[in-house]
């Protein structure tokens, strides 16, 4: 991950208010990090940091696309990504004791913060359950095949089923 200092926030030396990070995600970045579901993409970040007293909040805006894998063919799949997230940092000088949910402590010694890893869990999380090419826009071999597959499995429905439907009456 030491390719990744770009994606470093020296926070010490900046001022309060608002500031602006511009970074760009291509396949060099997504190489970085162990993910066979991420090939790779063209995405733009947009990260607004806030620098308050003691709390920091950065709001992330990515947009571009993104490569996968087709989960039906297995060819690669471009998605269109557009996500809006929000992430809060607190310092603490006593971390041992401190659990708190949707915001990140960090320790007061600490002088930059390294946005890498959020971005990818940001990007991660915005990839749909299930990603598939369009009807039809599939690898044609592997659709017929599939379509092959399927029809073996379906078979005739036994005629001893449709008698035993009629037995049940509506109440």
Known sequence: MKKLGAFDIPFAGLSLGSHQYDFELDETFFKEFDNDSINGGNLKVVLEFEKGESIFTFRFRIKGILITKCDRCLNDLELNIAEEKEMLVKFDSDLDDKEID?????????HVINVSQHIYDFVTLSLPMRSVHEEGKCDPEVDNFLSKESGIEEQEVDPRWEKLKGIVSDK
């Open 102 to 110: 949707d915001i990140i402590v960090i320790n007061r010694n600490e």
